[in-house]
């Protein structure tokens, strides 16, 4: 039984007693209050909660694959779902993970093409994410590939307190490109960045939608938005048309043999920025 669950549970019962004594001013006041302050840390736990899908298992950590993956020592392969890798992920990674039992989440339980098992992982009996004390630390960067909502929005905001705060990677002032420096970008070919800058133009060909941030189509840096990608911004309300002119931040991988691009393939890789928003800080 999940924690709102029992707290739910807990007020019936409490309801029930509430009926039965109902001659007594006093045990109405006195459980009114704590049906109240029952109902408020459900809720409390529902908000501080987020991301806990259904339970894939558990396992003991056995050792680091990589800078996004474990290895239980049952042999599975664990790759954390919902971020991506900076500089300092691995190391952070591997002092949190190394010999220590986890429980794995997840919405989806189907391996990926290599056979590992994304997941958002929890020590012990912990309620927050592996994936949440990376982004918070600053050690780590929101990939944008999680489709619940509620999940997305609290590792983005969990991710941008970091940013905030400058905390691990974001105390680089290079963390975060800018969109009119494009040799700076295209430098990190075959790397995850965030980049910032603002919406020149909005031009498609063919089955491809460009938001263009510099004037040269072919050396500046651009979004590239494919046309099988369309109904995941527009389910989102995202008109591409309308981030014309607009400052958003882009996250993905770079890509280009000219001008740098990133591929979008996902809602969340575009956010949109506020007009006087400081750079590499968004609320």
């Known amino acids: 039984m999940t924690t709102c669950e029992e707290a739910s549970s807990r007020s019936a019962t409490l309801g029930l007693k509430l009926e ?27 908000v501080a909660t987020p991301c806990q899908f259904d339970t894939l ?13 474990v290895r239980l020592d049952d042999g599975r392969e664990i790759r954390l779902a919902g971020i991506e890798a900076s500089a300092t992920t691995k190391q952070a990674l591997a002092s949190l993970l190394v010999g220590r039992d986890v429980t794995l989440r997840s919405a989806d339980d189907t391996p990926d093409r290599y056979g590992r098992q994304g997941a958002i992982l929890f020590i012990g009996e912990s309620d927050v994410s592996v994936q949440a004390s990376l982004l918070a630390q600053g050690e780590a960067i929101v990939s944008a590939e999680i489709a619940d909502k509620d999940c997305a929005a ?15 990677n974001w105390a680089d002032p290079s963390a975060i490109k800018n969109a ?14 965030v980049v910032e800058g603002k919406v020149l133009s909005v031009r498609q060909a063919g089955a491809m939608t460009y938001l263009n941030f510099g004037r040269n189509w072919t050396r500046g840096f651009a979004v590239t938005i494919s046309r099988r990608a369309l109904p995941a911004f527009e389910n989102a309300g995202t008109s ?6 607009k400052r958003v931040r882009v996250r993905g991988w770079v890509e280009g043999n000219t001008g740098p691009r990133i591929d979008a393939r996902l809602a969340g890789q575009v956010e949109l920025l506020g007009a006087n928003e400081p750079t590499g800080v968004r609320p």
């Open 20 to 46: 039965h004594n109902a001659t007594s001013p006093g045990n109405v006041t006195r459980l009114l209050h704590l049906i109240a302050a029952l109902l408020l840390v459900a809720g409390r736990t529902a």
């Open 57 to 69: 298992g558990e396992g003991h950590v056995a050792a680091m694959v990589d800078a996004r993956s």
């Open 154 to 168: 609290a590792l983005m905001a969990t991710e941008a307190e970091a940013r905030r705060q400058k905390k691990g």
């Open 180 to 193: 009119e420096s494009p040799d700076d970008i295209l430098a990190g070919i075959g790397l995850f960045m």
């Open 240 to 245: 591409l048309k309308s981030l014309e002119n």
